[in-house]
């Protein structure tokens, strides 16, 4: 999309990178594992433009030619008229946000090139000069004087040519991911740390609690009931 936006006469310099980002899953957030699309991979503007597709066929058996493709015809202008521009009004107050089909979340993992675009004028000044000496002694070794082969200079590469590069900005990949601020783990150290600050427990202590424990209910209760048993008293 960004190379068929340029005109002739100019040379550009596309550069990519590439971004993966993983979102959580519940419950620190509310992502979906769909990696495609009937038309393509999964993203959440692709998610809204097969929302606004499906309520067109649903709404007016129809779908606009910008739209992807479901299985029914190409909306008319009387369609358009009487049927789309309705929907349209009806989709952007959120009438069609409970359906299944338009329940957009992030990916739980997306990929993303992301492009950045400069441009110079093609041929410079002194480049278009360089192409006219070249082409005058071209012309002269070859005996040539046709009008055809004269106006071959700075204008006509700039009416008729454009130069575009395209490269990666950066030879790595950019990862983002998303942790939880406070998981289970950052639980039990905080309250260890309170009980060892405030209390002077730790793993010993727990043990020491725990030996305690069965030491009173073996000497106030099972002792009692042993010896009543074996002695008859």
């Known amino acids: 999309a960004v190379v068929s936006t340029q005109s ?5 310099f596309i550069s990519l990178s590439y971004e993966r980002i993983r979102n959580l899953e519940s419950p620190y957030g509310n992502c979906t594992k ?3 699309l009937p038309f393509g991979n999964y993203s959440v ?14 709404e007016c058996g129809c779908t606009s030619y910008y739209l992807p493709p479901v299985g029914v015809k190409e909306c008319t202008l009387f369609d358009e008229e009487d049927c789309v521009e ?4 009806k989709y952007h107050a959120g009438a069609f946000m409970d359906k299944q089909y338009c329940q957009c979340q992030d990916a739980c993992v997306s990929e ?34 046709s009008s055809a082969d004269v106006v071959r200079d700075i204008t006509y590469y700039r009416e008729n040519m454009l130069k575009v590069h395209i490269y990666f900005e950066i030879l790595s990949i950019k990862e983002v991911e998303k942790v939880g601020s406070y998981v289970w783990s950052n639980l039990m150290g905080d309250v260890g740390g309170q009980l060892g600050l405030f209390l002077g427990a730790n793993i010993v202590t727990i043990f020491e609690f725990v ?14 009931y042993v010896f009543k048993r074996f002695t008859g008293h």
């Open 45 to 58: 503007s692709g998610c809204e433009r097969m929302c606004f597709t499906m309520a067109l066929k649903e």
């Open 112 to 145: 993303n090139y992301i492009a950045t675009l400069s441009t110079a004028e093609y041929p410079s000044k002194r480049y278009g000069e360089a192409i006219m000496k070249e082409n005058k002694r071209k012309l002269d070794a070859a005996n040539k004087s």
């Open 8 to 12: 002739t006469g100019t040379e550009n």
């Open 34 to 36: 769909d990696t495609t």
């Open 211 to 224: 030996d305690f424990f069965l030491r009173v209910v073996w000497y106030r209760v099972l002792t009692p």
């Open 86 to 89: 309705g929907v349209i009004k």
